[in-house]
């Protein structure tokens, strides 16, 4: 949380030591704010890429809130490296994040698999399992299986 002056106040959403309604000024200095310069053509292209769907959870916008009674699930933009660790603006770094993931991440999202670890996991799973993964790549990215020996 930053107050206007800039000087960082932290919660209990930042620090587990700390109780609801207990702050702590982490620095008197004032720290530079980011920007929030993300373009309405940059939010709708990162949306429609990720089928309008939060991409830690899964649920889509508009969803009924599992948290929040009459609400529906919002949909906001997440950086997938943080703009305090070099992250940008950019599309590519980006990725659409429901509110009740979003709340209280800074900085503490676990790092991405790497390829090889997501093959493992795919590997080690059931067959009906990597058959889930199969439909929901070919849908996520339209796509279709040709059978081999078939022009394409």
């Known amino acids: 949380m930053l ?11 930042d620090r ?11 620095t008197i200095e004032r720290l530079p704010a980011f920007a929030r310069d993300i373009s309405k053509e940059t939010k709708a292209q990162v949306l429609e890429r990720n089928g309008y769907t939060c991409q830690m959870c899964g649920f ?11 609400r529906t699930v919002r949909l906001t933009m997440g950086h997938i490296l943080d ?34 670890h997501l093959k493992s996991q795919v ?13 929901w790549l070919l849908q996520k990215f339209n796509l279709e299986v040709v059978p081999k020996g078939k022009p394409t």
């Open 16 to 26: 587990a030591n700390l109780k609801p309604n207990q702050y702590l000024l982490e």
């Open 83 to 116: 703009k305090s660790k070099g992250g940008n603006d950019s599309a590519n770094n980006l990725r659409a994040v429901c509110t009740n993931c979003n709340e209280g991440l800074q900085n503490t999202a676990p790092p991405k698999p790497d390829s090889i």
């Open 60 to 70: 889509g916008a508009g969803d009924p809130d599992p948290f929040g009674g009459n």
């Open 123 to 135: 590997r080690r799973a059931t067959v009906e399992d990597q058959k889930f993964v199969l439909d």
């Open 3 to 13: 107050i206007k002056v800039g000087s960082q106040i932290l919660t209990h959403r």
